[in-house]
């Protein structure tokens, strides 16, 4: 039986107010990557790129990568199992839920604004939604090397987007990661599921996720 060994990293910016509890956490877990930039939605894109050349520079020695916000539940044994059987170690890949033909958004009041300036092309590259990105460490290194050479879209899943097209990256669909909040009935059989605003609304779907999978386990053996 093998035993699947993972590690959970926060990257995070600055909160006002949020200082002791970052140190407590830190102090406790050491699993808190702190930068020196507000920790907003304009800044999301500031800590993925740092996110890539952490991993680069700390030479981990993990197999898989998932990027993840905050507000998703994650199913971590499909997670392993997506993984394992349509991800390679030799080959550049991303997995997640894709969208093509994507327009870039020109409203000034949305927080996805994206000026011409920034982006003056009709439509955006294929690019994986924000929020719940599988991958290799081969093709992390190969996107904190390609960052260095591409300009920033302020959008961090199209940017990301941008520079999987750039590395000659292939980007995988999968229904399992969820563009939007399913039944908790059926989290189950997700990989990833947005929608949780409140930590009590995760908890709680996380057990009920928890629970059905140690029931599966049992009705396997």
């Known amino acids: 039986m093998t035993t699947l060994r993972s590690r959970t990293v926060f990257i995070i910016g600055y909160l006002d107010g949020i200082d002791h509890l970052v140190q407590q956490e830190s102090k406790y877990y050491k699993d808190v990557l702190q930068l020196s930039i507000p920790d907003q939605y304009d800044n999301l894109v500031y800590k993925t790129i740092y996110s890539l050349l952490w991993l680069l520079h700390v030479n981990i020695e993990a197999e898989f990568i998932h990027f993840v916000d905050d507000d998703r539940l994650v199913n971590p044994v499909h997670i392993y199992d997506f993984a394992t059987n349509t991800i390679d170690s030799t080959e550049l890949v991303m997995i997640g839920y894709k969208l ?122």
């Open 100 to 221: 093509e033909l994507s327009r870039p958004n020109r409203n000034k009041n949305s927080k996805t604004y994206i000026s011409p300036e920034d982006y003056p092309y009709s439509y955006y590259p294929p690019y994986l939604i924000g929020g719940t990105i599988l991958t290799n460490i081969k093709t992390v290194r190969a996107l904190a090397i390609a960052v260095a050479f591409i300009k920033i879209v302020p959008i961090e899943d199209v940017y990301l987007g941008i520079v999987a097209l750039m590395a000659n990256i292939k980007l995988k669909h999968h229904l399992k990661f969820l563009p939007y909040k399913q039944s908790p009935s059926n989290l189950w059989k997700t990989a990833s599921s947005p929608g949780y605003a409140t930590t009590y609304a995760l908890l709680r779907d996380w057990h009920l996720v928890s629970s059905t999978n140690n029931i599966k386990k049992i009705s396997q053996m």
